[in-house]
């Protein structure tokens, strides 16, 4: 039994699944931002199974991948500095007691 694009597309439909789901029911900040980077992995994942196994000559689904860590390395960053900063201002990084737009 050889490994093909089916069981990479059930892989990435599990982790997305997975992040999806912690993404909307977790309340800490930190562990929605996670969630959102299992997500990019997921999509990854995706894009690099199709890349090898639909068109393997075109190095198409690398270049997305690197596009998609790039934008989840600002995300992280940005992110991160986000979260600091209204927990230096809350003290708490629940995300149902930030209303900072809010007057």
Known sequence: MSIGLEHYLILS????SIGLYGA???????AILMSIEIMLT????????F????????LTGQ????FIMVVAAAETAVGLA????????RETVDATEIDLMKM
Request: glycine share 2%; proline share 3%.
């Open 51 to 58: 890349s090898r196994y639909v068109v393997p000559l075109l």
């Open 82 to 89: 986000i979260i600091i900063s209204i927990y230096r201002k």
């Open 13 to 16: 439909g599990i982790l997305f």
């Open 24 to 30: 909307l029911a977790k309340r800490n900040a930190i």
């Open 63 to 66: 270049i997305f991948v690197i």
């Open 42 to 49: 997921a999509a990854s994942i995706a894009m690099i199974a």
